[in-house]
């Protein structure tokens, strides 16, 4: 699996969009860009994926430059509990079969401001 | 339709003894993934299973250390003779495994302490 760059630590104000970078240079065309987050002492979750095209969903947006080496998460509306370690994942996903374990960086952990 | 669950939440064992952990997959989900976080340290892959078969235990350490994911009932993560470096959060992922592209969806943990 490719691997991911992120920063460590953002700081974002209560109610503003968090827009978290990842660059994965390295990404291949069959590989996905996931993310997940990690509150404090809880399981992570799931919250978004794509492959080329801008995804949306009910948590947030992810916006993959055309050439797929980097990609930003957006949290258009951050609150409070929006505070937690982000994880950009880059991982190949094989038709039928299932899929081999996520490889977690450090990730970013971000923190928003009242 | 209820999360994975993981039970117990909280586990003490003293040295030498056996921790036996539980995972539940979502309903529908045929594969089990287990990661082990140590403290102040990140998630690291531990073994991925499917009913009744080990797919990828590429990250269980050699000894000690068993999963398996039976027919019936919950996966079980085995650790035999525990030591103090066991001491992390053990966090149990399911995933449908058969709808690309295969997110994973993480139980709340157990957090083993041995003592």
């Known amino acids: 699996d490719a691997k991911t760059t992120q920063p460590p630590s953002m700081d974002c104000a209560e109610g503003r969009a968090a827009n978290l970078p990842c660059n994965h240079s390295?990404?291949?065309?069959?590989?996905?860009v996931y993310w997940y987050r990690q509150i404090h002492s809880q399981g992570p979750q799931y919250i978004i994926h794509g492959l080329k095209n801008n995804e949306t969903n009910e948590m947030a947006s992810l916006i993959i430059t055309e050439d797929r080496k980097s990609s930003t998460l957006i949290l258009p509306h951050a609150t409070l509990r929006d505070t937690a370690v982000y994880y950009c994942?880059?991982?190949?996903?094989?038709?039928?079969?299932?899929?081999?374990?996520?490889?977690f960086g450090k990730g970013t952990h971000l923190i928003i401001q009242p | 339709n209820a999360g994975v669950m993981q039970n117990p939440r909280h586990l003490v064992r003293r040295r030498g003894q056996e921790a036996r952990l539980r995972c539940s997959p979502m309903k529908g989900h045929s594969h089990v993934y287990w990661y082990r976080q140590l403290p102040e340290e990140g998630l690291k892959f531990m073994v991925y299973l499917q009913k009744e078969n080990i797919i990828d235990e590429s990250g269980m350490p050699k000894e000690r250390f068993s999963a398996e994911f039976p027919k019936e009932g919950p996966s079980i993560l085995r650790i035999q003779q525990v030591v103090r470096g066991d001491s992390a959060a053990y966090f149990c992922?399911?995933?449908?495994?058969?709808?690309?592209?295969?997110?994973?969806?993480f139980g709340p943990g157990t957090r083993l302490t041995v003592t």
């Open positions: 994942i880059v991982r190949v996903t094989q038709s039928g079969g299932g899929a081999d374990g996520l490889t």
């Open positions: 390295t990404i291949s065309g069959n590989e996905y």
């Open positions: 992922a399911s995933s449908p495994g058969t709808i690309l592209p295969y997110e994973q969806y």
